[in-house]
């Protein structure tokens, strides 16, 4: 069965350092997501993509954040200057159309240190 | 209260015996659709409701919708060890499935052998 494909799965950086986290869709999919859950919080909505644009962004998706898709296969999500509180598990979604659903990856779990 | 409450927040039960979770949500949704959560993993889809439907069957697992109450809930049936997992509900309010969700803080549910 196809997957979302998300690396790397954990990844510790210093605060105000850069992180680039990868996803790869599946491949029919057109739809594309970030979605981030603190530990012991809910999981909530960053930003959906579509047609190489930002389709729909939350509150939390401030400036410090990106995302790009700069291929035919990647999806990234680019937190400029990382802050403690950024820490959380990081899940990228995907979907097409009609779908029942999401596909969602395993996470990457990010560290601010 | 916010949009996807789950009730209740934590469930445990024996191996073999029914379980049940609800979910409440505030505004008109478009669809709903439940998803589990094993412990620091990712989100396994498990099925969605649309909100023309009133109950939908995968498996063990029974899914009923009532719009009227603006509520949802979720049965697993002969439960097993390995249903052992946060469940969550997450509410599409767009008439697009492929809109952003809104996902409620989930029942961790523990079966117990």
């Known amino acids: 069965e196809p997957e979302v494909t998300q690396t790397p799965s954990h990844q510790v950086t210093q605060m105000g350092q850069e992180v680039i986290l990868r996803c790869v869709p599946i491949?029919?999919?057109?739809?594309f997501y970030w979605y981030r859950q603190i530990l012991g919080q809910k999981v909530e909505f960053l930003v959906s993509?579509?047609?190489?644009?930002?389709?729909?962004k939350s509150e939390i998706f401030d400036d410090q954040f990106s995302v790009e898709r700069p291929d035919g296969s990647n999806f990234t999500l680019k937190i400029r200057s990382t802050k403690l509180e950024d820490s959380a598990m990081y899940f990228c979604a995907s979907t097409k159309q009609g779908a029942n659903g999401y596909t969602f990856g395993s996470g990457t779990r990010l560290t601010v240190v | 209260s916010q949009q996807g409450e789950e009730d209740p927040q934590a469930l445990s039960i024996q191996e073999g015996e029914n379980a049940t979770m609800n979910c409440s949500y505030k505004t008109s949704i478009n669809n709903l659709q439940w998803y589990r959560q094993n412990s620091g993993r990712g989100l396994v889809h498990l099925i969605l409701i649309r909100s023309n439907e009133r109950e939908k069957h995968s498996g063990r697992l029974r899914v009923t919708l009532d719009t009227s109450k603006k509520s949802s809930s979720l049965l697993i049936t002969a439960s097993r060890a390995a249903d052992t997992a946060s469940y969550f509900c997450?509410?599409?309010?767009?008439?697009?499935?492929?809109?952003?969700?809104?996902f409620g803080a989930g029942t961790q549910v523990v079966v117990t052998p």
């Open positions: 491949s029919n999919h057109l739809y």
């Open positions: 997450a509410t599409a309010l767009t008439t697009d499935s492929w809109g952003k969700f809104q």
């Open positions: 993509f579509y047609n190489n644009e930002i389709s729909e």
